[in-house]
């Protein structure tokens, strides 16, 4: 008999009203795409179709930047700082409105649990057109030259893995330093795009300020490609990254570019303990490891490394799978089945190579994609799954002796953009932090956002930090 | 001659009373006294609150109370208490701005202007909360093996003489860099047109501020100023309204060493970006070093 | 074992425990606060939590005719509704034990006295004993004893071990339960260090509070003292129990501490000879919440005996 089990808890999905198509955001209205491709976008957790959305030509990107171009021209770069940034304030206050609702369409459409959406993706998404717009009216405080000029028009294309917090990243602060913005969301999550849309409606964001055009990756194409983009924001893989440097080069676009990572999670021995096991979890599970800074390598100092273990597995025994509309859900659905596949290839190379798989025995629902939390322990430089990018709930596990080795196993990768130290000595903190080659280094936690705080990574993670006084940089000249 | 006969109105108006603030609450004077406040052209407006050397003691005790708490919330979230008083006064605009034209003397439509201004200025300044540390704020490049940083940190308790000629923008140009930054502040109104501070008051209450905060006295500005001057926990001391009285009270501020605004620091009330001139004098820097090594 | 140890090696091992990072646990113990409890999962809760409490009432205006009427509640808490379980225990002074024993003969509901100069604890150790020994003649058949915080915090942990196993020993057969007094005790590194003090020397328990200082209990305290027993049992150690007490009012507070317990230690701590809830109010909320259940309309506190 069991004395004290959780009972299903799901959150209602009534708050949400999905349309059974959507058009693209074009100067202010919804309007028809000029192609009729049309891209179907899935509940992750049960593979049922939620809504349909246009697969935007090149013509319909050219409407885009055409209204984007227009409304940077007219309106939004002659508008005062201040009146800009109450714009911003108010799409702040609709979003902080309209929470709940916007946490449940992410569950739907991305797979990701409702307890992360609702305590962490919306409440930054709403702090992040807050602290910006607090910028608009204060730009030349902050420390790009006296009078700072916005560029123009945004070219923004996001991931799927946050999508309405990846969205505000890209879109607050263009605003905020008074660019427009045409934006192109996930083509497996463009829902809450969408919504935003709606909302920037709702808050009588002037027509072409922002523009969201819908599709896949040709679409995308389209837009870091137009002529008409001042400035090119990518989030995504590095191999896209990389393609998007070499369609830029020569021109005058700016870039930045959010990309991979592999980030090393340390663990010292005098680390406190039971925290860094939460840390270790919160590294990698958290969005079920699609989090480009994930903790995804574990280096954990050899004297410690039994001990550790053995209370991580006991603490991912604990981690509940599944509806990610349940409340007490912590691990929710893989994306798409295209995801899904790619983690099972690389944990299949990780059997291969030679290093030792473990999951807890969880049940996994029958449809849906779905990896459970795994780890693999034995793991080594020059195994695939301690040097590629996996994005998913999988930890691979190595160990050091020294700090020094530490160090250099960290930084041995191509990639450079979150690290974690745990230890309760201040010194080797800081010794370790000033060593990594990370754009991010967590000490003593893991995966904590905030929009005060620059993100962004060195080498082959990208260039150019989003957030905090660093970010405007990014969208000023 | 206009018909005298006494006739039954319909309805009786329901007055005002004005009162101070103090610790989050609306209490009368402690002396039990009020004064009569008049527009700027002699017409009897309603009785303010004559607050005494006492109600200036209970108001730092009230602010003292609230520092701890208001230092230590997240700069964000001061941020958004601040915006939330800018919707509060927004809901409040015909009463601002009644106040505002009887007390200045202005046009309704430029009274309007000023509430607007004044709405604007709590918008600019909760956009200040959580980008202070990071323009006041530095790495220190050191030599030698260490971390050093230094963050700007609230000065304590500030006593606010509000500037005599604005009652409303003035005001609100004074009293929102200071709490901005963290500070808790006794307000002293300008003695001549304090209705708006009272009515700025009944705002700050409705609107997520922590009573204490701010406390606003209305009264004389020679009773009420030189005992704030010369509190020892009072830790700053803006000086915008203080007229003749300014270097009497510096002096008396020096007692404790308490930051001084002098006036006419920036007294350009529609100023659209003051940046951060009125939020430096309140702020202390602390710098940390801590050894990098293994 | 420690109590073989010269002082200066009890503190070494106290001092060699892994130290808790304050953010950390607070927000491990946040997040499982936000665990939904539904339905059937709400009904096994609420029995669960009335079958872990400790009834209290440690006031100095106690007197045998409340005492007595404490004792009738803890065995039938809902007089209109027979199926509500009986709680663990009644908690009283110890002065108040002869009262309550007749009253609980045979009932299986315990009887715990505080003790050893409750709640300061400043008093000699010749006093605190005697304190013990009366209980346990009375009919105590637990003890809820306090550690001298002052020794604690002044480093002196071999006072503390000491006394703790002298009270230990004149317990005879009933549990020991050490009160730490967390919220002198402030840091979570020293409730780890006198977590793992006192389960060395002996308790069966480590509770909280007295309750007559706040903070009492809180989730974060509680988790750090779950995963001392926890590991402690791990390494070995015999499988001690665990008294959040002081402060626990609601349902919803005492189903979080159950989402703790299961979620940190593990299921075989949720029975009530390893979890109790030191509480007095927490009851009638609990039957409130109970009678909720069964018959969907929110109840009154009218209907629910004020004892």
Redesign the interface.
Known sequence: MEIFDYAPAPESRSIVTIRPAYDLFIDGEFTEAKSDERIVTLNPADEEPLSEVAAASDADVDRAFAAARRAFERVWSPLPGAERGKYLFRIARIIQERARELAVLESLDNGKPIKETRDIDLPLVAAHFFYHAGWADKLAHAGVGPSPRPLGVAAQVIPWNFPLLMLAWKVAPALATGNTVVLKPAETTPLTALAFAEICQEAELPPGVVNIVTGAGGTGRAVVAHPDADKVAFTGSTGVGKEIARAVAGTSKRLTLELGGKGANIVYDDAAVDQAVEGIVSGIFFNQGHVCCAGSRLLVQESIAEELLTRLRARIERLRLGDPLDKNTDIGAINSAAQLARIRELAAAGEAEGASGWSPACPIPERGYWFPPTVFTGVTQAHRIAREEIFGPVLSVLTFRTPEEAVAKANNTQYGLSAGVWTEKGSRMLWTASRLRAGVVWSNTFNVFDPASPFGGYKESGYGREGGRHGLEAYLG | MADRTPSAPARVAVRRTYKLYLGGAFPRSESGRSYPVTSSRGVHLANAALASRKDVRDAVVAARKAFPGWSGRTACNRGQILYRIAEMMEGRRAQFAGEVAAAQGMSEARAQGVVSAAIDRWVYYAGWADKLGQVLGAANPVSGPYFNHSQPEPTGVAGILAPAGSPLLGLVAVLAPVITAGNTAVLVAGERAPLPAVTLAEALATSDLPGGVVNVLTGRLSELAPPLAGHADVNALDLAGAGELAGELEELAAGTLKRVVRPGLHDDWSAADPGVARIRPFVETKTVWHPMGV | MPDTLPSGSLRACLHGL????E???R??AADLA?????????R??ID?AIRMVDLTTLEGADTPGKVRALAAKAMRPDPADPTAPAVAAICVYPDMIPVAAPVLAGSGVGLASVATGFPAGRTSLEVKLADTRTAVAAGATEIDMVIDRGAFLAGDYRKVFDEIAAVKECCGPAHLKVILETGELVTYDNVRRASWLALHAGADFIKTSTGKVAPAATLPVTLVML?AVRDYHAAGGRQAGVKPAGGIRTTKDAIRY?VLV??VAG?SW??PARFRLGASTLLNDLLMQRTKLGTGHYAGPDYYTLD
């Open positions: 892994p130290g808790v990072d953010v950390g646990v927000r491990r936000t665990r939904s409890i539904k339905t059937t999962a709400k096994q809760a669960l995963e159950l299961k979620e299921e949720l029975d």
